[in-house]
């Protein structure tokens, strides 16, 4: 793990994948790398910043440098390390960061448990799976359900915390004004500076201005 310029970049041998997060001096940040044996990922604050496919490098013997690529050196301070002998998720990555964001919308379960809930950042937190390019169905597990007349966009079955979009996922979206422009909105969700972080289009895509994380994977 090291610092190209003022990029974060995380390496195995001559592999390596590179954040598309840069960082600024004065300030901490929480950065991640991980190795699942197909993947090579790096997370900035939590948020993932880049991957790279990297499928020779499982189980192979290398130095390990933090804060330096062999050669050059991080010019600052390193705190809390902790190294890993299995990937880490996104949600386990969000929570070891205990980073702080505020809930906007959330869906309770009959235990009046929180099953789903977006921040104010756009970020989706499910007990469950996302399953894109489903078949939402409703059955009787207390679920909630978005509907475009007669058309079930997306269901949560609120026992176990998964949902089924008919649509796809789109994450870390940004150009919010031009879905609302066309009118291809069905179900949106905003924060407290009225600003979009979440929308359901007619076909049940979903837009998110954050990521998904989800506990069940």
Request: hydrophobic residues 35%; proline residues 2%; charged residues 20%.
């Amino acid at each position: 793990m090291c610092l190209n310029y003022d990029t974060p970049a995380f390496y195995i041998n001559d592999s390596e994948v590179v954040s598309n997060i840069s960082i600024e001096t004065g300030q901490w940040y929480h950065i991640v790398g991980t190795y699942d044996g197909s993947d090579l990922k790096i997370y900035v604050n939590g948020y993932p910043a880049g991957e790279e496919s990297v499928t020779d490098e499982y189980g192979v013997k290398t130095p390990a440098f933090i804060g330096s690529d062999g050669g050059y050196s991080f010019d600052g301070l390193i705190d809390d390390v902790h190294v890993y002998n299995y990937a880490l998720d996104r949600l386990m990555i969000w929570s070891l960061g205990g980073f702080e964001t505020t809930s906007v919308f959330t869906v309770k379960n009959s235990l009046s448990e929180d099953v789903v809930t977006i921040d104010d950042e756009g970020n989706l937190f499910l007990t469950g799976y996302l399953t894109e390019y489903g078949t939402p169905i409703a059955t009787a597990n207390d679920e909630f359900i978005i509907m475009y007349q007669n058309y079930k966009m997306s269901v949560t079955d609120c026992s176990t915390g998964n949902m089924t979009i008919a649509g796809c996922l789109t994450e870390d979206y940004d150009d919010f004004n031009t879905l609302l422009q066309a009118g291809y909105q069905e179900f949106v969700i905003i924060n407290e500076n009225e600003e979009v972080v979440a929308l359901f289009d007619h076909w049940g895509n979903l837009f998110l201005s954050g990521y998904v994380f989800e506990e069940g994977n």
